[in-house]
């Protein structure tokens, strides 16, 4: 079944619930995905990292993706278990996980993440750790995509012995790849958009987003273009989240500058007939740093990122998304969590 086409999603957020989404005390929290489960209720899929790293760029060397569950979508969310574990140097991704995205197909539940790893010592709680840190240059040149699949919300998780989605060297994936965005269909083949970089020299290049399709979600996935999915030079954005319409395909993503929706790091909204092509929606902010709370007040936060929308019947309900206080950059949050959004029905709101 295909879901509902999105419409403007700005005017459709209602009041976010002050006690709800998911936080922890001692960790910063980032990213989040949710799914009802075989129980019936929500399950949260989330990182976390201790804060005893900093906010950036301690996630390369130390996220790991958790679950938490809730009986209704707001949450408040509990923690439950941590769901992909450090497991190693020597794993692709042995050393940090991070961007999961959760998606029930049939009866089995796909995890798509970035992983990550290094050579080098573990950070100890007294150590600065610098974004020109050797573990954490080597292990942001080592993201890549991956998934993990399970019968069951609680798992056991199989977990992969190689990323699903490689760089290609002299494109404009060369350096890393990373955000996964997937658009599974019913037939199990998938729509995968996600974010990369290129290697300029020894060092990346901007953030530009790719396409790749696979026949089944097990792959192999083939990049669908050799040219990022948007121009660069125009589309300075992350954090993708995709879905399929009966007119085709529609976007939102963050908006890396401003230039897009004339908010930084605000939300964007895109359609494409074929998740090819893609233009912006007419207006095309989707979302704001601007938030109303349930007790009637309102606050910017200093960040809003990594959307993902839940569907239910085919229809979104809620957007998730990760936020942190303070003025705005990740170096000055003090606490970072995961906040969800209710929408209105569009109908609602006509």
Same mark, same amino acid.
């Given at each position: 079944m295909n879901k509902q086409s999105l419409g403007h999603l700005a005017d459709r957020l209602l009041p976010a619930p002050k006690n709800g989404g998911f936080r922890m005390e001692g960790y910063w929290v980032w990213c989040g995905s949710a799914v009802k489960g075989e129980d019936g209720r929500f399950h949260l899929f989330a990182s976390r990292w201790p804060k005893h790293l900093p906010m950036h760029p301690g996630w390369l060397v130390g996220s790991e993706v958790v679950r938490a569950s809730a009986d209704r979508p707001e949450g408040p969310y509990t923690f439950e278990e941590v769901v992909l574990p450090a497991r190693g140097a020597e794993y692709w991704d042995g050393r940090a996980t991070h961007n999961p995205h959760i998606v029930k197909h049939g009866d089995e539940y796909l995890l798509y993440y970035m992983g990550t790893t290094h050579p080098l010592p573990e950070p100890m709680p007294e150590e600065e750790l610098a974004p020109d840190d050797p573990r954490v240059i080597v292990a942001r040149a080592g993201k890549r995509v991956g998934l993990a699949v399970s019968k069951s919300v609680f798992g056991p998780w199989e977990r992969p012995e190689a990323p699903i989605l490689d760089t290609r060297p002299g494109r404009f994936d060369s350096f890393l790849t990373s955000n996964p965005a997937p658009c599974v269909q019913e037939d199990g083949?998938? %729509?995968?958009i996600y974010k990369a970089r290129r290697y300029e020299g020894n060092v990346h290049g901007r953030m530009t987003i790719g396409a790749a399709h696979a026949d089944h979600y097990r792959g192999p996935y083939r990049v669908l273009s050799d040219d990022p999915v948007f121009p660069p030079?125009?589309?300075h954005i992350e954090d993708p989240f995709v879905w399929k319409t009966d007119a085709g395909y529609e976007l939102i993503a963050k908006d890396m500058e401003g230039t897009l929706c004339g908010e930084k790091h605000g939300g964007i909204h895109a359609f494409s007939p074929d998740g090819r092509d893609w233009r912006l929606a007419d207006p095309p902010k989707s979302y704001s740093r601007r938030i109303r709370w349930d007790d009637g007040t309102e606050q910017t936060l200093g960040n809003l990122e990594r959307p993902f929308l839940l569907f239910q019947d085919g229809r979104p309900t809620? %957007?998730?998304?990760?936020?942190?206080?303070?003025?705005?950059?990740?170096?000055?949050?003090?606490?970072?969590?995961?906040?969800?959004?209710?929408?209105?029905?569009?109908r609602e709101t006509e």
């Open positions: 083949s998938v %729509l995968l030079d125009r589309f809620h %957007l998730f998304a990760a936020v942190a206080d303070g003025p705005g950059g990740f170096r000055n949050a003090s606490n970072t969590w995961n906040q969800v959004f209710p929408i209105a029905d569009w």
